[in-house]
């Protein structure tokens, strides 16, 4: 899995993957141009279409209706270090769940890759290349 950023100005990058792009900005007080989500909007939304793809595979599998899923993803800033923490997924469904289907969709939830990620935090190696002689 990869995805590639370049600078388009000040705070703003394209961030692309595949065949597809969109632009993570900063608000206009953070000195952008509120031309796209902030790195830790991008980060909540990953959080949140995953969790939104598991609970919608799983009223496919038992044969419900999935039109009407909704998802809503908090979390509050917290420190130091400057991080995110107490995340909420909301999952609304266009239906009454049975008890058994509601234990099933919480068990699907919980199979998101980001929020298992999240959960056993990964190594994270930095590497810095210059193409710059000094």
């Given at each position: 899995?990869?995805?590639?950023?370049?600078?388009?100005?000040?705070?703003?990058?394209?961030?692309?993957?595949?065949?597809?792009?969109?632009?993570c900005?900063?608000?206009?007080?953070?000195?952008?141009?509120?031309?796209?989500?902030?790195?830790?909007?991008?980060?909540?939304?990953?959080?949140?279409?995953?969790?939104?793809?598991?609970?919608?595979?799983?009223?496919?599998?038992?044969?419900?209706?999935?039109?009407?899923?909704?998802?809503?993803?908090?979390?509050?800033?917290?420190?130091?270090?400057?991080?995110?923490?107490?995340?909420?997924i909301?999952?609304?469904?266009?239906?009454?769940?049975?008890?058994?289907?509601?234990?099933?969709?919480?068990?699907?939830?919980?199979?998101?890759?980001?929020?298992?990620?999240?959960?056993?935090?990964?190594?994270?190696q930095?590497?810095?290349?210059?193409?710059?002689?000094?």
């Amino acid at each position: 899995m990869e995805i590639n950023l370049k600078l388009l100005g000040d705070v703003k990058f394209e961030v692309a993957a595949r065949k597809h792009s969109l632009v993570c900005d900063q608000p206009t007080e953070a000195g952008g141009s509120d031309e796209g989500m902030t790195p830790p909007e991008l980060l909540l939304a990953s959080l949140g279409t995953c969790a939104a793809y598991y609970a919608s595979a799983y009223l496919r599998k038992r044969g419900l209706p999935r039109d009407g899923v909704e998802v809503r993803v908090t979390a509050g800033k917290a420190g130091p270090p400057a991080r995110l923490d107490n995340f909420v997924i909301e999952v609304k469904v266009p239906l009454a769940l049975s008890e058994a289907d509601r234990a099933g969709m919480d068990q699907a939830v919980h199979h998101c890759l980001i929020h298992n990620t999240l959960l056993h935090p990964p190594a994270i190696q930095i590497e810095l290349h210059s193409t710059a002689t000094v």
